[in-house]
């Protein structure tokens, strides 16, 4: 089931390969700079309302701890996500666009990367098209044969 | 100290294999010795690893995430170079084995995949033919419980209903693909899967938990919530995990093995197993570098049962292309696999000039990266289109393939590369040949026409056609009538070896675009039959 996952990993491996380099730390309480920066870019450019903070909040925990994507940083991206998370608004959510024209070479080039790599999530794509979470049990089995509603 | 224990049959691999054919001789009494390197994994197991999935974000999350080198033998493989591709094995090691985390396709070989050599000249024939094996792919269906509808026009024929009824198309399949394939010709047909469409032998029916690898609900099978389960605690059966099988040592005359030598992961402490009979279940890798590893004096010096050379020739493998689309429209559920295949590109092409495939079309599925087509697809000149993006996840689809190969891969020992236990990995060299190339070729054409059909937005390219190598090696050593074209006979026996059986993958002359754990379950039913005595089901 998963050489599928090659290819997917190897996308996280080309998302880690961009020089996003900080020791991020080891199960800080408190947010690193660029932990708070990968948070916000979460929030803006992930799916969630402001009105489903809290869900997204939880996610953004989950995220960051995930040390396939925030382990391992390096100086020079760390300097390119907090240049482009400085770019929105704090508590932004949900944006409807990014200007891609907008911005430098470094940061649209991670921009891009990051919001592929967040939309391919399941727990995302499951979030936006309104699906029950993965591996909860429905019971019952006429879901997937409905029309969507 | 060497623990040394007797028992009529040694069986290594507790995979859907050696789990099965341990059932049935255990069942007439036979005293039983099952070993396998990996562990083995409990319910608890399965829920944290699910779990462990979700709270890390990691969608591979899989049962051997953490085992060390010395419990997932690694593997190498020839250097990208010309037409050899790397080829990327995902090994699974433990008590189930990688039919802990199949999708539960139970696919059939087609008749004439058994005689490609003689219809179309290219592969190997098999010794046996369709209707010989047939009876027993009736019995593995049985064994597992599999859901299937007969409305498949391309399937070679059946002599038994599926067990149970097939899953309902799910709303695009019925909807939109089924139609699709229809205005082209093709005919959808229902998926048959081990994942059960109402209760079957203690198991649930599936409760769309969507996540398959770890089936939450237990609907499907997995060899050690079946089989394992019917002969634990028997008197008369001993399940070693964490055992690793090193090599097998022949008898003075050469004509027998005598005993099987291995080591206990966790401490490597020597355990030996002598018994009458043994069989290597051990997957299309290690059964056959199982045969290099043990190469003996006299006839055996370049491993067992390869007194014609052909011990690691023929290996093969599927290759799996992938094509994502935006249909435009919302695409509906999933049920966490396809409910409807086709496999009219086994039936209906040439096969003197092309393989055969057989696809599977869904709603995206989990584990493909469609975020990165969506969001290369939400660019509205240099806007990336966040409403777009979120507007299309859920159109999102993803047609997959399933291709056939000629079988010119090698399988060997690399002397430079060492396992834990210091003794040489496997090395896989996998040419994929001009005609290899064409039948993904052909499926990223028709793929474009299905897309068309649907009324799709956007098309993906193809993945290359390398992609996905390493999900069913096979055919390394492969059954034969003599040891010029094989290295074991019709009953699975290695040859010039009495008491030496292998059933796995690796037997198979050659594989059709089928998935191979219905076929290897039918082989090990028989295999089980015939040290039984009997001939027939």
């Known amino acids: 089931m998963s050489g599928y996952s090659l290819k997917r990993r190897e996308f996280i491996q080309v998302l880690m390969s961009l020089p996003l380099g900080y020791a991020v730390g080891c199960a800080a309480e408190r947010r690193s700079p660029v932990q708070e920066s990968l948070g916000k870019l979460v929030l803006a450019l992930g ?103 | 100290m060497t623990q040394v224990i007797r028992a009529d049959c040694c069986i290594a691999g507790a995979g859907p294999a050696g789990s099965v054919l341990a059932t049935k001789l255990a069942a007439i009494g036979k005293h039983v010795v099952l070993l396998d390197q990996g562990p083995s994994y409990s319910e608890a ?28 033998t690694p593997h190498s493989s020839a250097e990208p170079k010309g037409q050899v591709v790397d080829w990327m094995a995902q090994r699974l090691f433990g008590i189930g084995g990688t039919a802990l985390h199949f999708e539960g396709i139970m696919g059939r070989p087609r008749e004439d995949d058994l005689r490609v050599r003689s219809l179309y000249g290219f592969g190997r024939d098999w010794p046996i033919g369709y209707t010989d094996l047939e009876p027993w792919l009736v019995r593995a269906e049985q064994e597992v419980g599999v859901a299937g509808n007969d409305d498949n026009p391309y399937a070679s024929p059946r002599s038994a209903p599926f067990p149970m009824p097939g899953h309902s198309f799910s709303y695009f399949d019925r909807e939109i693909f089924g139609p699709a394939l229809a205005s082209l010709g093709i005919t959808g047909h229902s998926s048959p899967r081990a ?52 090599h097998l040592e022949t008898g003075p005359e050469g004509d027998q093995i005598v005993a099987a030598h291995a080591l206990r992961v966790a401490d490597r402490t020597p355990l030996v197993i002598r018994a009458e009979r043994f069989v290597l279940a051990l997957g299309g890798v290690e059964t056959p570098r199982l045969l290099l590893l043990s190469a003996g004096g006299g006839g055996t010096s370049a491993g067992l049962g390869n007194a014609g050379g052909q011990l690691g020739r023929g290996f093969s493998d599927h290759v799996h292309p992938y094509v994502t689309y935006d249909i435009g429209t919302h695409a509906g559920s999933r049920l966490g696999f396809e409910t409807m295949i086709t496999e009219h ?26 975020g990165v087509e969506a969001a290369t697809w939400a660019m509205r000149g240099d806007v990336l289109s966040l409403d777009a993006l979120r507007e299309s996840t859920p159109r999102m689809v993803t047609l997959s393939g399933m291709v056939e190969l000629e079988g010119n891969g090698t399988l060997e020992l690399d002397h430079d590369t060492l396992d834990a236990f210091g003794s040489p990995v496997a090395k896989v060299t996998m040419p994929l040949t001009d005609r290899d190339r064409r039948a993904p070729q052909r499926m990223g054409e028709v793929a474009l026409e299905i897309g068309e059909a649907m009324g799709a937005e956007n098309v993906s390219e193809i993945t290359p056609p390398d992609f996905g190598l390493g999900y069913h090696p096979s055919g390394a050593t492969a059954m034969a009538d003599s040891p010029d074209e094989g290295v074991c006979d019709r009953d699975l026996r290695v040859f010039e070896l009495a008491n030496l059986y292998v059933v796995s ?15 290897i379950i039918a082989l090990a039913l028989r295999l089980a039959a015939h040290l039984e005595g009997r001939v027939a089901p």
């Open chain 2, 505 to 519: 993958s690796s037997v198979f002359p050659h594989m059709g675009a089928n998935p191979p754990t219905l076929t």
């Open chain 2, 45 to 72: 197991d399965r829920s944290a690893a699910l779990r462990r999935g979700v709270e890390t974000l990691d969608d591979y999350a899989d049962y051997n995430d953490n085992a060390s080198a010395a419990t997932v």
């Open chain 1, 47 to 149: 799916p969630w309302p402001a009105d489903d903070r809290e869900r997204a909040e939880e996610f953004v925990g989950r995220f960051l701890a995930a040390e396939h994507i925030v382990g391992l940083y390096l100086p020079e991206s760390n300097a390119v996500i907090r240049r482009l998370a400085r770019r929105f608004p704090d508590g932004a959510m949900a944006l409807m666009e990014l200007n891609m024209a907008a911005l430098p070479a470094e940061e649209r080039e991670f921009a891009l990367q990051f919001v592929q790599q967040l939309y391919s999530l399941v727990e995302v794509r499951f979030y936006v098209s309104n699906e029950p979470r993965w591996g909860e049990c429905l019971g019952e089995r006429t879901r997937y044969v409905q029309a969507p509603g």
């Open chain 2, 345 to 370: 590109h086994r039936a209906e092409v040439d096969r003197r000039d092309e393989n055969t495939l057989w696809m599977l079309g869904s709603p995206a599925m989990d584990w493909f990266p469609v």
């Open chain 2, 195 to 246: 994942i059960p469409t109402e209760p079957y032998g203690g198991r649930s029916e599936c409760l769309a938990c969507r996540a398959c690898k770890f089936c939450p609900s237990g609907a499907r099978y997995s060899p050690d919530r079946v089989h394992i389960r019917m002969i634990e605690g028997q008197q008369n059966v001993t399940i070693m995990n964490g055992v690793s099988l090193r």
